[in-house]
């Protein structure tokens, strides 16, 4: 079964009309990255609290906490960090999400992300063991600039980390915005996907488009993922407006376009969603 969700920030920051769009699609579940203009881990008590209540109310649920945890340089400190990191796990067990997004660090411009692999292996170790404590799965996901932003350096974190507590959220438009083929990064990765954003790239144009008019390939993964097995969510992420390094946006309208796209392959393929 997949379950649908979306980074609902992309329709408005208002957290009201987030809810109405959605619901207008059907679509249940919310990426929680951002409301009223202001990042997850940065909102007051009061807002988390009001936040929560308006889920409830409307029989909503969380499919992450979609935190920046992990885009920072490198080279900066880290137990400013693990602050942060504190706050997403916190925010985790108050929403009854036991799921964060993270990355794996901005490699410094010029710099071989060979020379940083023992620290991004240390660092991002550290997150899955106090993750793994918490009970909380981490969901690493893929993007250009990170150390982790080619599969075959995903597959070495996931495998070098080895916890139960980190797995990988994959997203087809940022494998092919690094000119990383999608096949092959899907065949490596497979077991370890346990999470899936639904975003696509026109390699041609460098745009992201619809689910299914880009390069990602996303309705022969959707088809593959679930004939073996795949059982999570899929999570809209169109960037159809506006596709920046720490924000993306669609709007109402054209989330309409990024909804109706990714239910037409799901209904042609006849997989089971809600």
Same mark, same amino acid.
């Given at each position: 079964m997949i379950r649908l969700s @979306?980074?609902?920030?992309?329709?408005?920051?208002?957290?009201?009309?987030?809810?109405?769009?959605?619901?207008?699609?059907?679509v249940k579940h919310i990426e929680f990255r951002a409301i009223h203009g202001t990042n997850v881990l940065d909102l007051s008590s009061s807002q988390h609290?009001?936040?929560?209540?308006?889920l409830r109310?409307?029989?909503?649920?969380?499919?992450?906490?979609?935190?920046?945890?992990?885009?920072?340089?490198?080279?900066?400190?880290?137990?400013?960090?693990?602050?942060?990191?504190?706050?997403?796990?916190?925010?985790?067990?108050?929403y009854e999400c036991p799921r964060v997004r993270i990355f794996s660090?901005?490699?410094?411009?010029?710099?071989?992300?060979?020379?940083?692999?023992?620290?991004?292996?240390?660092?991002?170790?550290?997150?899955?063991?106090?993750?793994?404590? @918490?009970?909380?799965v981490l969901l690493l996901e893929n993007e250009k600039g990170i150390y982790g932003d080619?599969?075959?350096?995903?597959?070495?974190?996931?495998?070098?980390?080895?916890?139960?507590?980190?797995?990988?959220a994959f997203d087809p438009a940022n494998y092919v915005e690094v000119g990383q083929p999608i096949?092959? @990064?899907?065949?490596?990765?497979?077991?370890?996907?346990?999470?899936?954003?639904?975003?696509d790239y026109d390699a041609k144009t460098h745009r992201c488009v619809p689910a299914g008019e880009g390069d990602g390939q996303i309705p022969q993964l959707l088809d593959d993922a679930t004939a073996n097995g795949y059982d999570g969510f899929c999570v809209l992420e169109p960037?159809?407006?506006?596709?920046?390094?720490?924000?993306?946006?669609?709007?109402?309208?054209r989330f309409a376009d990024a909804a109706d796209a990714l239910k037409r392959i799901l209904d042609d393929r006849s997989i089971a969603y809600a």
């Open positions: @979306a980074f609902a920030d992309e329709i408005s920051q208002d957290p009201r009309t987030q809810i109405d769009v959605l619901t207008r699609h059907g609290e009001e936040f929560r209540g308006l109310n409307e029989g909503f649920g969380l499919s992450a906490i979609g935190s920046p945890i992990g885009k920072i340089r490198i080279t900066e400190p880290f137990d400013e960090h693990l602050t942060r990191f504190a706050k997403a796990l916190e925010l985790a067990v108050y660090f901005y490699i410094p411009p010029g710099d071989d992300p060979a020379t940083h692999r023992s620290e991004v292996m240390d660092r991002m170790a550290e997150l899955a063991r106090r993750a793994e404590a @918490a009970n909380v080619h599969a075959e350096r995903v597959h070495d974190l996931l495998t070098t980390v080895g916890s139960p507590a980190l797995v990988h096949d092959a @990064a899907w065949s490596l990765l497979r077991p370890m996907v346990k999470h899936f954003h639904v975003k960037h159809l407006v506006v596709a920046e390094l720490s924000y993306g946006f669609t709007g109402p309208e």
